[in-house]
């Protein structure tokens, strides 16, 4: 972790357990079973299962492995998001929103990029590896916590139902599984 990235944690402390736990619960709520924020709080759950896969894997070989799978999951789930739900988050008026959202993913797959580059057992590794996860999960608790509830209770049912195609046709369209 830099010297900034230190900084900016000391001075701006993550979100509490139990503020994300509220987050997600009230996320859920407002979603309905096949709608595109029921898909996003699915893939959710699954990179914050990765991420723990990630770090307590033993081996490089299973490390790497898992932070590839990890790798996917985000990738494809941050380009669905970039393409569906952040442009309706903008018509929303939302704009400001929907730009820290892509700058925020914008760092976050850099950084996964660098973490590539890093020796799997190594304690900076390890660092890199829980530096993306603290930035994904204070991303993850904006997106359920306001951005998205809003943008769920703002939107046409046509609209909904438009939003949740193409957010699962871009998903599969990188992951090449359904949604």
């Keep these: 972790m830099s010297t900034l990235d230190k900084i900016i944690a000391a001075v701006t402390p993550p979100e509490s357990e139990e503020a994300r736990a509220k987050a997600r619960a009230d996320a859920e709520a407002i979603a309905r079973p096949g709608d595109w924020l029921s898909h996003i709080l699915d893939h959710h759950r699954q990179i914050e299962a990765l991420f723990a896969a990630v770090k307590s894997a ?7 492995d898992a932070q590839q799978r990890l790798a996917l999951i985000l990738t494809g789930h941050s380009i ?8 309706a988050l903008a018509a929303d008026k939302q704009v400001g929103h929907a730009e820290l959202a892509y700058q925020e993913q914008s760092a976050a797959k850099m950084e996964m990029g660098l973490l590539e580059r890093l020796d799997p057992m190594s304690q900076d590794y390890l660092d890199k590896l829980e530096h993306i996860r603290g930035a994904v999960a204070h991303h993850v608790y904006s997106e359920e916590g306001t951005w998205f509830p809003e943008l769920a209770k703002d939107v046409s049912p046509d609209d909904q139902a438009r939003i949740t195609q193409r957010y699962k046709e871009e998903f599969q369209r990188y992951c090449g599984s359904p949604a």
């Design 80 to 87: 669905a998001e970039e393409a569906a739900i952040y442009p």
């Design 58 to 64: 033993t081996t490089a070989d299973a490390r790497v």
